[in-house]
C-alpha cells in the first residue's frame, strides 16, 4: 500500500515552527527529574538526568540477558528470529522518532523504552503467565513483567532512577492500547509505591496504569507498533505464516509500512498538543492487527514450540526445589550460589539485605532474571533425570 505522508500542512507549520522555536513545549523538562536519593547522581550540562538514566539502565547486569530472551518464538535457533534485545532498541527508535517531531524529551523517551522489558522473563508471554501462575499460587499476588521491570532496576539493583523513567516503564504495558492518551497526574514516590504494590495484588488495576508524562505514552504505542510488525515479520520467516495472512488496508501489513503509517498518523494528530493520539481509523486497524497476532502468531508460537507440556512442568519444578531449598538454608543451592550471592555483590549498600526478602519473591526475581537457555539448562542441573520433551528448531531444520 502507498506510504503515508504527513500533511503538507503539518509539514509548513513544524517547519516554520523549528526555525523560529515557536513550537509548543509539552516535553518533560529535565530540571524536574527527581530520584529517591537527591544526594548523589547530579547532573551536569553534558550528563542530564536521563541520560544519567539510560547508562544506568545499560550498565546494570541484567541488561546483557535482553539477548536471549525469546520474544515470541522459543526453542528457535535461528539468529534472525527477534530477541528482546532488538525489540528494546525498535521501540527506542520507533518512540524517538515520534518524540522528536513532537518536541518531546528524547532522553526520557529512550531511558524508558530501553529499561521497559528488563524485568520479562524468558519464554515470551507463555513464561510470564506460567510464572504468575506459580506467584499467584504461593502469596496471592501477581507477577506482572512491567512492574517486576522497576522491581529490578528499583530493589534489586538499585540504580536511583528518576521517578520519570520508572513511571514509565511500570505504564508502558503494551498489551493495552488507547487511541488517546493524556498524561496521569503522580505527586511522587509514595504515591508510586503505593501504585506498585496494588498493581501486585490486583491484576486488573495494573492494566488500567497511565504514564505521567507523554514521553511515557510515546514508549506505550510504540511498544506496540515495534512488536505488531515485527512479530509478523519472524512469522514469514519461520514460515508459520505468509504475508497475505495479515493485509489490512488503513495500516499495511509489513513491518516498515505499519511503523511508517501508525508514526505517521500520531505525529498528525498529536503535533502541538498536550497528548499522544491516533485517529479513529488507525486506532480501530491497530487493535484488529493486535488480534490477528494473537490468532496467528502468539497462540500458534507457543503449542509449535510445545511450552505447556515442556516449560511449564519445569517452571514449577525449579520453583518448588528453590524454594524449599531456601527454606533449608540449603547454601550450596544454585538459588544462593547463582542468584543469592551474585545480587549481594552487585547492590550498593541496600539498607535491607537481598536474603532478608521474602522467600516467594526471591524465587521470582531468580526466574524472571533467567534467559531461555539458562532455564533449560538450570532444569538440567537440578534434574538430571527429568525427561521434558524439549526440542529446539535447528537452522537447517524444515
Known sequence: MPKHELSNELVKRMELENQNSSFEKFGFEDSAAYRRDTTVDKSNIWRTPFVRDSDKILHCPFYSRYADKTQVY?????DDITRRFLHVQLVSRIARTIGGALHLNQELIESIALGHDIGHPAFAHSGEKYLDELYRKHTGRHFLHNIHSVRVLDKIYPCNLTLQTLDGIAAHNGEIELCEY?????????EFDKIMEKCCEDKAFANKIAPSTLEGAVVKISDIIAYLGKDRQDAIMSKTATENDFYNEDIGSINAEIINNLMVNIIENSYGKPYIKMDEKHFEALRQSKKDNYIKIYNHAAADARLDITVKPMMADIY???????RLGKTNSPIYTKHINYVKNLRNSPKTPYEKTEPNQII???IASMTDDYFIE?????????????????????
Open 74 to 78: 522459543s526453542l528457535w535457533k535461528n
Open 182 to 190: 493524556y498524561p496521569a497526574k503522580l505527586s511522587g514516590f509514595e
Open 378 to 398: 538450570l532444569h538440567k542441573y537440578m534434574f538430571p533425570n527429568a525427561d521434558y520433551p524439549v526440542v529446539y528448531r535447528g537452522y537447517f531444520d524444515d
Open 320 to 326: 518448588g526445589q528453590l524454594l524449599e531449598d531456601l
Open 364 to 366: 521470582v526475581d531468580f
